[in-house]
């Protein structure tokens, strides 16, 4: 496997479910985000993780949970969604430590395919 | 007024043609610039990266950055079939670089 992987690729699910999304970057790289992309709007930063800590948690509902159990993995956990959760939630990489103390901010975000989730 | 305006397209244009997509802003204190293309069920991959004003050129392509009028675009020469994708702008400011506030993209056709 190469870059950044998504598992998996679709997802349906109810409202009372509870499922997790997996993201494996195979990169070395130190730093994972997740994004939501809803259909005709911007890519939204939901969470940031810098060597395992998270850096950002950009007012994203409880009802999402992430994940960093070390730099390679990153999981968002989900719970007692709202169809208009109904989104492509993108995983990215980079290789900066973007929030730390001393860390360096910009680099290229190296994203992975997504995974479609519906909402019922 | 979002951040970052981006007209959604389609843009449909014939093969060879010169494409130009265009994104404005109204945070001044943007001065990363990136223009990523997204193909379809897939995620989005770095074209384009720019600090600052000015222009870049890497083969068919030229980023140009104009802060005084919070203006960027991309340019697209001898386009072909497999250009077509959604085009997406991002910016970033100095003291939150990691913090990518992206357009909403342009869908880009491009005709045999």
């Known amino acids: 496997e190469t870059g950044v992987t998504q598992t998996p690729r679709h997802l349906v699910m109810g409202m009372t479910n509870k499922k997790s999304l997996k993201c494996e970057q195979h990169l070395g790289h130190n730093a994972m985000y997740w994004y939501k992309q809803s259909a005709k709007k911007p890519l939204e930063l939901m969470f940031v993780?810098?060597?395992?800590?998270?850096?950002e948690n950009n007012s994203v509902p409880s009802r999402f949970s992430p994940e960093c159990p070390n730099s390679s993995h990153l999981f968002l956990h989900l719970h007692t969604l709202q169809p208009e959760d109904s989104a492509l939630y993108l995983c990215a990489s980079s290789q900066a430590t973007p929030g730390l103390a001393g860390g360096r901010g910009t680099d290229t975000q190296y994203f992975g395919p997504g995974t479609r989730l519906t909402v019922l | 007024q979002k951040e970052v305006e981006q007209d959604p397209g389609p843009l449909s244009v014939p093969e060879g043609a010169i494409v130009s997509l265009n994104c404005t802003y109204s945070?001044?204190?943007?001065?990363?610039f990136m223009w990523y293309r997204q193909y379809s069920r897939k995620g989005p991959e770095l074209l384009m990266y720019?600090?600052?004003?000015g222009n870049k050129e890497d083969g068919r392509f030229t980023a140009q950055v104009d802060k005084s009028s919070k203006y960027i675009s991309l340019f697209i020469r001898d386009s072909q079939p497999s250009d077509s994708a959604t085009y997406l702008c991002?910016?970033?400011?100095?003291?939150?670089?990691?913090?990518?506030?992206f357009g909403s993209g342009t869908r880009l056709l491009v005709r045999p």
């Open positions: 720019t600090y600052s004003s």
């Open positions: 945070n001044s204190a943007f001065q990363y």
């Open positions: 991002a910016m970033s400011a100095v003291d939150s670089s990691y913090k990518l506030i």
């Open positions: 993780y810098s060597l395992e800590e998270r850096v």
